[in-house]
């Protein structure tokens, strides 16, 4: 991996740091990689838990308030809309970068300010969301998919030649869902496990539960985490159903996530797909994922859009302030539109919050107009 920056400042932030959803476990790996390499990550979330007392435990500092963190970031790393927005404007003078993770939540919707310099996609749905339906100039769209830690997830024995043991993960099942998955399994003769908050079973260390398995049903993070084990993973869950994942597939699976999940789940599809189970094969699939969806391989790449973001950024000539300001009215328009057609987030159940952020984004744009005006001041003295 080759990076040339040292020692950088990163602020990442989320919507929470409380469990172990998709967008907490990036956020708690990649700040304890960034600490590997040699930078200096702190976590911004207005909700902290047992994941944020488990970072400050790996020497990562995680914060509920912007106005503990006294040094000024050399980057912001975005998760979510209103807590980067919070970010960019607490840090007037840091660039940075906005991760969309999902195609269809409102707390994914970029936030379109001048000093975000990149927005990363973590797979090609969610780029065509930022492309297509928000307005993002496709030359500043960069896909990342979500990495695997090879040290963690470490491969397991050559698979048997018929699947004996298979799990379903899934933040999403339950016992219903799962149902035609179950009804295979008894008629092939195979075991099945499943591991979800829903099925009451969370999985804290699936590193160590995924070799004890040949066969998985799951998406996202936790199919590639079974591929890169060694697994056989069958691309599913509640939403719909894919392939059981060959060679000749798995790089067009890795780029489309949960577009990917067009089929519905049955019965029939799934006893088709469970006899495409090949041991062989998916030694293939794991060598593919872990030589393409390292963490080496993927934080390599987004400290490189690190650094070109804050080298654009210092060499920019132009005045951003006015652009901001506009910005920062728009945002405002959507989020008065928005607090009327969705359902707020878990830490934004009550109208206090919402007139709480409106009045905190009203003080900071009146800190920005009346900086402005200064400078206009100035300018004319």
Known sequence: MKVRMNGLKVLITNIQMVGRSGTEMYVHDLARAL????HSPVVYSPQIGPLAKTLAQNSVPVVSRLDKVSETPDII????????????????TSPGIFLCHDFEAW????PKLPRIGRYVAVDQTCAERLVLAEGIDRSLVTILTNP???QLFQSRPHLPAKPRRAIVFSSYGNRESIEPIQRVCDQLGIELDAVGQHFGTVCHEPHKVLGQYDLVFAKGRCAREAMAVGCAVVYCDVFGMSYLVTSDQVAHLNQWGRRALSFAITEERLVQQIK???AEDAARVSSYVRDHNSTDAIYGQLLEIYEQVI?????SDRDELLEEIRAIGKMAEWWHVMRDVVQPPQEATSSQF?????????????SLLGTERTSKAERAA
């Open 35 to 38: 600490i590997r390499y040699g």
């Open 77 to 92: 790393h975005g998760h979510h809309t209103l807590q980067t927005l919070a970010a960019m404007l607490h840090f007037p």
């Open 276 to 278: 495409r189970y090949d």
């Open 354 to 366: 919402v007139q709480n952020t409106k009045a905190w984004l009203a003080s900071k744009f009146a």
């Open 311 to 315: 080298r654009q950024h210092s060499t």
């Open 107 to 110: 707390h994914d919707t970029p």
């Open 148 to 150: 695997v830690d090879l």
